[in-house]
Nanobody
Framework: VQLVESGGGLVQPGGSLRLSCKAS???????????MAWYRQTPGKGREMVAN????????DYIDSVKGRFAISRDNAKNTVYLQMNNLKPEDTAVYYC??????WGQGTQVTVSS
């Protein structure tokens, strides 16, 4: 399985970004059968799950620090999962990773929130 993230970058506090993760190469199962998640990691800290979404797209969970600001969604027809990030804060600065089925990882995309 290959996961390719995009959409990261530099944004000012209060700004927005939308991350995308395009999945391909599923063998033995399909994108639509996989729970998807976004994680983030900062230097010297472990990787933490930011949000996850069930295979149907109707249930999502978030860490407390992003509730009300971030929204995870998926388009099973496009094999893509998204993370809409609004009202970004400097503490959201991290490398963001896409995860599929708790097994497969993307290469990560850098998000930097700074004035």
């Amino acid at each position: 399985v290959q996961l390719v993230e995009s959409g990261g970058g530099l944004v000012q506090p209060g700004g927005s970004l939308r991350l995308s993760c395009k999945a391909s190469g599923f063998t033995g199962f399909t994108f639509s059968s996989a729970e998807m998640a976004w994680y983030r990691q900062t230097p010297g800290k472990g990787r933490e799950m930011v949000a996850n979404i069930n295979r149907f797209g109707w249930r999502a969970d978030y860490i407390d620090s992003v509730k009300g600001r971030f929204a995870i969604s998926r388009d099973n027809a496009k094999n893509t999962v998204y993370l809409q990030m609004n009202n970004l804060k400097p503490e959201d600065t991290a490398v963001y990773y896409c995860n599929a089925a708790s097994r497969f990882w993307g290469q990560g995309t850098q998000v930097t929130v700074s004035s």
